[in-house]
């Protein structure tokens, strides 16, 4: 894989160590993640995947127990310094989770949401960002209709399409993705990966995919974990087809689980 | 096989054994209401409800008794409601795992548990007498006020705590922060459970005498309160003056009294009732 230059590298974990008490979940990892291209993170459940995804917005910040060593740089920046405020930093690298958890509101109200905390009260700028992120996230034509209805009142695989539209308005640069297409059927998750396809050209996206049909069609590289540990971190294609390590080799045949 | 037979004797017996203990609660109530009514009803009419107490049985009315009333909810709604909200979040979502925040929940279920005189007491020492409140509305709010604090807390308590987490998640991975959160998901996400806790004990401070007692509400008043620095009385005050009296003319007004009086319960807890319902409906997880 290409040595990044310091100027190429989005996202960098530095000998990351991540407590949840005495438990140590991840064990000194090190990765480095370039602009605009999609990464997959994949391994066996339990692995680390989802907390090392959350290091990145400081989500994990309300985990009891929580405590890492080392550092996360994004931008240049090591995030978790004092003067940081997560706020900021969460506006710029967007979450979409492994359960679609839209707010018990309108549809129209979930995507403005982001818009609205930020004090933005411009009616017209928010209509264009609701009817852009729908859009973005091939919601638009199932809903535009009834902006109006609960976002309750959708199917599953719309209401991860809604929160992928939420994400988008707030125009982040980074957007980390857990299993997002974990509870969607065929039709709707390959609409998700065509969005991943098409948002690589203005985001660098992180995702967190069991399905490694999903990880080997739509990511540039892919980092295999197992308990912890980065194992294996390459091109997908590389990874794929010729890894360098045993494990991942059997990861991916599905000889272990 | 036997012994299955003997098991389904026992749930029918029990089950009719529970049907027959609800049957006699219910009797025992409906014959209480139809004895208060049948004496009552009569009495009822827009000269009861706009006349001020007099000696005369025949001629006494509700006037100040229900005024008052009104007054002390909403008084006791002003006072009680931003404080019990606001100390019910602070639990909730800021001092979720302090010491003293523990402390305090431990005892904020003694407080709910203490009779209610003895409240009336902390109200004569500390509103009537050291914040020179005397005995006015203000006063007998401000305890029932405290009266009711605990279970408005523990009920607003027990509302945020049904909003689901990944709701809070959501909102803080949007960039949102502690508060914004609270108050744009979590406290509209939990205000019908929120509010039929207020609804349910306003509609038990609206019983309560003995606070007011101690703190002096007055048993007869031939005026209307302009301010919360007035002297008033309730219901409850003016129906157990009624009652205490000999005349049988001044127990048909006691009668009328308690009808008005549960009827405003009735409403409040009707209310409560609707919008629970109406939430429930609208919020789904
Ligand atoms: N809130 C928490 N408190 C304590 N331990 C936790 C917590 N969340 C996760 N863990 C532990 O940390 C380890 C990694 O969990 P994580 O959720 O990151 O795994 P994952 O790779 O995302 O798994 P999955 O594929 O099942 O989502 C697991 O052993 C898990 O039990
Ligand atoms: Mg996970």
Known sequence: MEKLSIKDKKLEAINLNVYYGEKKVLKDVNIAIKANTVTAFIGPSGCGKSTFLRTFNRMNDYVEGFRKEGDIIIDGKDIYQKMVRVEDLRKKVGMVFQKPNPFPKSIFENVAYGLKIQGINNKQLIEDTVEKSLKQSALWEEVKDDLKKSALSLSGGQQQRLCIARALALEPSILLMDEPASALDPISTSKIEDLIWELKEKYTIVIVTHNMQQAGRISDNTAFFYMGDLVEYDETKKIFTNPEKERTQNYITGRFG | ?285
């Open chain 2, 1 to 285: 096989m036997i012994n299955s037979e003997k098991n389904r004797l026992k749930d029918k017996a029990f089950q009719y054994f529970g049907l027959g203990c609800t049957i006699l609660g219910l009797l025992v109530l409906a014959v209480f209401l139809g004895d208060i009514i049948m004496k009552g009803i009569g009495r009822i009419d827009w000269d009861f409800l706009t006349s001020f107490p007099s000696m005369r049985a025949k001629k006494a009315g509700i006037l100040s008794a229900w005024v008052g009333t009104l007054w002390m909810l909403g008084l006791t709604a002003f006072i009680s409601i931003p404080i019990g909200i606001g100390a019910g979040i602070y639990f909730e979502e800021y001092a979720k795992k302090s010491r003293l925040a523990n402390l305090l929940e431990i005892n904020l279920a003694n407080l709910a548990g203490v009779p209610s005189i003895i409240y009336g007491l902390l109200g004569l020492e500390i509103f009537v007498r050291s914040m020179g409140m005397g005995t006015s509305l203000l006063a007998g709010a401000c305890t029932l006020a405290l009266l009711i604090l605990p279970i408005i807390i523990v009920s607003t308590r027990e509302a945020l705590r049904a909003v689901p987490n990944s709701i809070r998640q959501a909102s803080y991975g949007m960039g949102a922060n502690t508060w914004q959160t609270i108050w744009h998901q979590v406290l509209p996400a939990s205000m019908g459970g929120i509010l039929t806790g207020i609804i349910l004990s306003l509609s038990r401070a609206i019983g309560e005498t003995a606070p007011l007692i101690v703190t002096g509400a007055l048993a007869y008043v031939a005026f209307v309160p302009s301010g919360p620095m007035d002297q008033y009385t309730v219901m409850p005050m003016q129906i157990f003056n009624w009652i205490s009296r000999p005349q049988q003319d001044f127990q048909v007004n006691a009668a009328a009294g308690i009808i008005i009086l549960l009827c405003i319960t009735f409403l409040l807890n009707g209310i409560a009732v609707f919008l629970r319902n109406r939430w429930q409906k609208k919020v789904k997880w």
